[in-house]
């Protein structure tokens, strides 16, 4: 069981405590996903708080801060070895959203899991993944925003796959705090993902592979 301390000390921007958790954890053979499901539990609890005017942009920014460093303590832990050539994979946060802490955890998970990820950023504009894709023939787009405005810039940016005759042999998977089933369909995504271990998974089915 995992200290519930953990999710309230990252809640309450307790950097020193929520560290020394996550390192109690890890020391005490606990998951690591699992860890890093609870510290994003925390940051949930952050975006309540400022949802409910009780915090404000420093504190998004400090919670932005303590959550990088619990995943580099985190990271490894993941293993693996980068570029066992399992495929590659153009990854960025679409347009007019700057939200990166989630894509980064995925984009590190999917190289340690062995893809060659061609991580483009955040606030990427549609014909930006259209040239990457185009450069590197990846046959896998990850899509991450955690904005409502995000929904507009994974339907843009998908719909620029469509006019650039890419969209037969690229497959688009989605995912970010307000993604979901009903945005993949909006957007005209092949498939959503909840979590890094998700996007695996997809990675797996649509490249083939262990
Ligand atoms: C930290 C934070 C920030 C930081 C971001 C720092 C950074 N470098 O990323 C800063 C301070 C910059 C920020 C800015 C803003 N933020 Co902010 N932010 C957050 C907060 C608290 C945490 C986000 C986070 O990092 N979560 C932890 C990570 C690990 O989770 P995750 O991103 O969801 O990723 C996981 C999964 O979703 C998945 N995943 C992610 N991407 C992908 C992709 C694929 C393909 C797959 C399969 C899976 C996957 O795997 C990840 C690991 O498990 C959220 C609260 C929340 N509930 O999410 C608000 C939140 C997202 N922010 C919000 C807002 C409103 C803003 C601002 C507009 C505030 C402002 N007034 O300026 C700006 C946005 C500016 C912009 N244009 O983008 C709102 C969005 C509301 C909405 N519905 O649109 C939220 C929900 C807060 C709230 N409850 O109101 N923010």
């Known amino acids: 069981m995992i200290d519930s301390q953990l999710m ?3 809640a309450d921007l307790k950097e020193e405590e929520t560290l020394n958790l996550v390192r109690k954890e890890l020391a005490k053979g606990t998951a690591p996903m699992a860890i890093l499901e609870t510290c994003r539990e925390g940051m949930i609890l952050v975006g309540s708080r400022y949802e409910a005017g009780e915090y404000f942009l420093p504190e998004l920014i400090m919670a932005g801060e303590i959550f990088k460093q619990a995943s580099e303590i985190l990271q490894p832990a993941f293993g693996g070895s980068e570029a066992e050539g399992k495929g590659k994979v153009v990854f960025g946060t679409v347009r007019g959203d700057v939200h990166d802490i989630g894509k980064n955890l995925v984009v590190s998970i999917l190289r340690a899991a062995g893809y060659d990820v061609h991580d483009l950023g955040v606030d990427v504009p549609p014909e930006q993944f259209v040239t990457r894709l185009r450069e590197t023939g990846a046959a896998v787009l990850g899509l991450s925003g955690l904005i409502t405005t995000a929904y507009d810039g994974m339907k843009d940016t998908i719909e620029a796959l469509v006019k650039a005759g890419l969209r037969d ?24 993902g909840r979590d890094p271990t998700e996007a695996v998974r997809l990675c797996q089915q649509f490249l083939g592979g262990n």
Do not use: P, T
């Open 8 to 10: 309230q000390k990252l």
């Open 169 to 192: 042999r690229v497959k688009v998977m989605i995912g970010g705090g307000v993604m979901d089933e009903s945005v993949q369909v909006y957007a005209g995504a092949d498939a959503f």
